[in-house]
């Protein structure tokens, strides 16, 4: 039981002393810190892997043998109930060389090989038609054009409809329109009948990262020879490497916002990759060769669901693979990016070691209130006592304090959270203009905007642990309190 | 004297007092351990960069820079100690009977590259360029597995039966199963211009046999290039053309002038290169210039982190106004009395001025002297934490680092000092202000 | 003949201090009836004082009983005994003991909210508060309902304690020198109410005292010395 007397003392005691509100203002002030420091880190955290997201296929198998045909599997995983849509998926690597005068630089002996911005590229086979029903394919042209017009302050690209185009067969080897590709062939001094009429188009396109586009700026049917080496089919004895040129066409820039995918890899037809790697689709014996396949779930999958179905996946097609071949993988979006992620979450966990002890000294604070409380009021301790207080209903006077400190606490800070988060773009700005003072310096962040999130069970859990915290360092004092003598506790002075 | 009696006496007599000391203490902990574990690391990969980059580089040069030209250039720089040519190429590896893997998830694969047949080609005089960077140190280190080393390092790139050799990481090495004498196909292309005039990429097979590895201590560096001879790259790639050269590598003598040197230098290569048309291209840039973007990224998570600590202190700063205040509070009669003695009101402040001082300097010297100790046995703390909690404090891996890095920089401390000496004045006094401003007769009176 | 509404038999208390017990109480035996006005009559450190926290529940007797209404009551759980505090005896101090920080009103009120749940919280705050408002104008100090403690005279503040001593209408009164911070006038205007009331309500009343001539406005005088009783004589 709790008696009536405790909350209505505690309430009392608080209202008389102007230093439990510097006990609210430090929990507010640590609840109000734990909200937007850990909302500017979630935005940016979570801005990074929802980009990330976007660049993945929801599931992928991969680690496949060499050789894998897309045929073969096809069957097998579209009969599981998570898989919605299959895409075939090749990669390889080769270097990408500009006809015109390149601007590509030499390469440079200290770039890291990851942020290659030259001539490398990873190639990435798709068929496109496929892809689109998969990822987001389709909307990372639009990015594209807006991420340069965000970044230039105009328009640098105009739409881009290489993927609107409505023949299938165009659609798949991204071909760019006949008429583009007669100028960019006059214009370049290649083979070209006299006039454009009659004329169709015979380079397949290749998108390019944005990235890309400071050292290499194209326009659209623009020839681009790509390089590569290929390896003949492994009979019984060695493979033989070969190099591989074939023509392209320039069709369009592309942004994930996966900075790692951006700055590595060269979208181009399945169809033309394969025939670099000896797989030309007019031979008679040849496969349908990937190296992955690109998964879309069913939207609204549980994790366990989809946990479930990649294990089913993985065995099905585990099933049709030569025996002697290692074990694939079938990956979700996040097992795709693993390494990318856990360097991000690394730095997260850093940020919340700090937090938690802001929190920890934020409990001092309401311990220090609390404590001075008891010691100023020993000799009410013993009056209550004496007017009938039971132990338990005096340290709970102590301890009701402690709540009201804590609820209040959380509640000016998670209402202060809310509103700063809110703003804290406005706010920001206004300072840098008008006291030059950069709260969260734009160069930290190398975006246009503070990226912010607050998520609500964050501002739950951190307002309920403040409640909690304060309660669980008022415990002490109210104990000391409960387990005063009042004939001592009367005669303190 | 009375006055830094009673400072004590109250003190000593209020345990509650330690714990605005300890949260000041906690705060200039974090502060010196976060920050330390941060100039650290930055300190660190400096120096692995640093080890793997030549003082100065001259790199873009334009295609018809010739290195003869350069050199004798070059000579009349004062502070140059030596310089070597570079042609810097690409190409893929590939093993004879080998097919090599598809390349890694963009996602998935090591952060700092190494594992994906592509690479650097780095054409490179050997004797020059141990002389101009640390390649010598780079085929004899240590680390480097005997069976794994260079047989003669004065010819490291010296071919073997007429095959020219070719130097690779040891990551790689020991990744890839590769021995020295085993032999491998770079593959890459170069745009060559047909009689008629125009350009067209042509395909080029080199092959080559291995000489061994190299180590320097930047894992990023040794993923992603490999060493051959500059006679290879000239005779495969530009037509025999024993003059060319893409880039320049130059020691310095006295670091401290680098800056200065690198600008002259890159007035020098304009001048030696520019044929009349302002189009002279070419640049000389310090190995910190050259791995700017790298070396900025660390250097804003600190800052980042440095604001986040502040908050600490604040938090801290509220603990001890908390304390402060109540010992005011608590201690009205006494106030009374010593006004009452005669006691003048600056003396009455003074004496809970000293009490939050003492505070704070006692917060001060704690802090620091067991965030030092932190800070210097941090990898101690990691492995324990590790142990206890399976908790891993720092990807060292991630980083190619042994132990987690740390530097204490005095002056950090001295800031992080200061900054808790403010603090400890304003939240003292508040209250001791409030305790001067007390009239006696209320304060004797006490409720 | 009905039991002593308080009574003690055999009391010792020996406080310790360091290594040392000293005694403070040596064997007393007690007690008081329905109605009757008691001193406890001795010089200082007779252990009078502690005789009444003993009485009152307030502090543990070493040896011996403690009995209500002829209950043995010492050895009853803590909470018990917190709520026999409450609703058997009240307390009233040479130094008030009022909480600083609540009005006259409030203090008086907090005694009925001693022992009730939070659970009707308000109900019960608004009966503890029309009770208290009642009784402090029997004490005289209607228009004094709204000062805190440190605007009141001694006297005022007396009144108020023992107002807050009779809210939970006790059948004992525990008076720990009541007048002795006072000045004579307004000494005698306390006991004048204090007795009053007792009348009126019929209480036991137990009065720890070193003045003689207030000793003798009671019933009974119980003489104390180091920790034993004395005497015990009717007032004539």
Known sequence: MIPAFSPFLAVRYLLTRPIVALGIVGVAFSVWAMLVVDAVFTGFVGDIRDDVQRSTAGLLVTDLPHETSY????AAIEADPVVLHTAPRLRHYGMLQALRESRIPIASSEVDFNHMEGGFALLLGIDPAREMQVTGLATWLPRAEKVLEQKYG???????????????????????????????????????????????????????????????????????????????????????????????????????????????????????????????????????????????????????????????????????????????????????????????????????????????????????????????????????????????????????????????????????????????????????????????????????????????????????????????????????????????????? | MYRLFLAIRYLLTRPINLLGMFGIALSVWALVVVVSLFSGFIATVEEHVHSASADVSVSNLPAWAKWSKLRAALADEPNLSAMAPRLVHYGLIHHPGKRPAPPPLPGRTALHGGDQPFLFVLGIHAAEEAAATGFGGWITDPDIAPELRVKDPQNA?????????????????????????????????????????????????????????????????????????????????????????????????????????ADRIARIVHRAVDRGDQMARGTAQTWREKNLAFLQSVEHQRALLKIVLIVIMVTAAFLMLATLSMMVTEKTSDIGILTAMGGTPLGVTSVFLACGLTITAIGVLLGIGVGSLTAIYLEEVRQALLWAFGIDLFPLQVYNLDRVPCHIDPLWLVQVAGMAFGTGFVVSVLPALRAALYDPLISLRGT | MTPPVLAASGITKNYRLGKQSIPVLRGVDLAVQQGEILALLGASGAGKSTLLHVLGLLDQPTTGEILFDGEPVQNLPVRERARLRHSHTGFVFQFYHLIPELTALQNVMLAGMMTKSVLQYWAIRKQARREATEILEQVGLADRLKHRPSELSGGERQRVAIARALLARPR????????????????DGVVDLMFRIQKERNLAFVLVTHDEDLAQRADRIVRMKDGVVLSSAAVR
């Open chain 3, 172 to 187: 004992v009164i525990l008076a720990d020198e009541p007048t002795g911070n006072l000045d004579s006038t307004t000494a």
């Open chain 1, 71 to 74: 045929e073969q599997l096809q």
């Open chain 1, 154 to 493: 105009r328009p640098i690209l105009n739409p881009q409809t290489i993927l609107q185009e409505p023949d299938p067969e165009r659609l798949s080897l991204m071909k760019v329109p006949d008429a583009t590709e007669w100028t960019q062939r006059e214009r370049n001094g290649l083979p070209h009948p006299p006039t454009p009429e009659n004329f169709r188009s015979e380079w397949p396109g290749i998108l390019l990262s944005y990235r890309r586009l400071p050292i290499l700026p194209m326009r659209v049917g623009e020839p681009l020879d790509l390089l590569s080496a290929g390896f003949q089919p492994a009979g019984q004895g060695e493979p033989t490497v070969r190099t591989t040129k074939v023509a392209l066409a320039f069709a369009g820039y592309f942004a994930t916002g996966h900075r790692l995918f951006d700055e590595t890899t060269a979208i181009l037809p399945i169809e033309t990759l394969r025939a670099q790697l000896g797989q030309h689709i007019s031979d008679p014996g040849s496969i349908d060769i990937v190296t992955d396949i690109a998964i879309r779930p069913h939207d609204g999958l549980s994790k366990d669901e989809l946990r479930a179905g990649q294990l089913r996946i993985q065995a099905a097609v585990q099933k049709l693979l030569p025996p002697t071949s290692k074990p694939c993988s079938v990956l979700d979006w996040e097992q795709q990016n693993e390494v990318f992620l856990n360097a991000v979450a690394h730095e997260h966990s850093m940020m919340q070691f700090v937090l938690f002890v802001v929190m920890l000294v934020a409990a001092f604070v309401i311990y220090a209130t609390l404590h001075m409380m008891v010691v100023q009021k020993w000799k009410d301790i013993g009056i209550l006592a004496a007017i009938g207080g039971s132990p338990r209903g005096i340290g709970l006077v102590f301890l009701a304090g402690g709540l009201v400190i804590g609820t209040l606490g959380a509640i000016f800070g998670t209402g202060f959270g809310l509103l700063s988060v809110h703003y804290l773009n406005d706010v920001n700005d206004y300072l840098a203009r008008e006291f030059q003072v950069e709260l969260f310096p734009k160069s930290l962040f190398d975006l246009p905007r503070i990226p912010c999130r607050l998520e609500t069970s964050w501002a739950i859990e951190v307002a309920l642990g403040a409640i909690f915290l304060a309660l669980l360092v008022a415990f002490v004092p109210a104990r000391k309190a409960s387990r005063m003598n009042p004939v001592k506790a009367l005669s303190y002075e």
């Open chain 2, 157 to 261: 790139l010296a071919p073997q039966h007429g095959v020219p050799s070719v130097l690779l990481g040891v990551e790689r090495m020991r990744a890839e199963g590769l021995r020295p004498g085993d032999t491998l196909v770079l593959t890459t292309g170069v745009l060559r211009t047909a009689p008629d005039g125009t350009k067209s990429p042509q395909q080029v097979q080199i092959p080559l046999v291995i000489a061994g590895a190299y180590k320097t201590k930047h894992g990023g560096f040794d993923g992603n290039n490999l060493f051959v001879d500059i006679g290879t790259l000239q005779q495969e790639l530009l037509e025999g053309d024993t003059d060319a050269v893409h880039e320049i590598a130059i020691a310095v003598r006295d670091e401290s002038q680098l800056d200065e040197t």
